[in-house]
């Protein structure tokens, strides 16, 4: 039985996004609203079960008030930390 194939970046990005949601002691809905996604999209998301487009990376950037290359540097840091 084939194992499916696990995204070390998917995986990196559903932890980062769900660090700066609750940072902001905001639920999914909320986070889903400002960024003018579903509440479904954002907890697939946050679960790693899809891979975001950079429209919606840059859309929760602004929600989180980082620019999107540091939100891309959080989870290209939390992988490299991982192979550690």
Do not use: C, N, W
Not at 29 to 34: I, T, Y
Not at 65 to 81: C, K, N, V, W, Y
């Amino acid at each position: 039985m084939d194992t499916p194939h696990i995204d070390p970046l998917l995986t990196a990005l559903a932890s980062v996004l769900r660090k700066h949601r609750r940072a902001l002691d905001i639920s999914q809905e909320e986070l889903a609203h400002r960024a003018g996604r579903s509440m479904r999209y954002v907890s697939l998301l946050e679960r790693g079960k899809h891979q975001p487009t950079l429209d919606t990376l840059r859309r929760m950037s602004e929600v989180f008030g980082m620019p999107l290359s540091q939100l891309i540097l959080e989870a290209e840091t939390q992988i490299s930390q991982a192979d550690i």
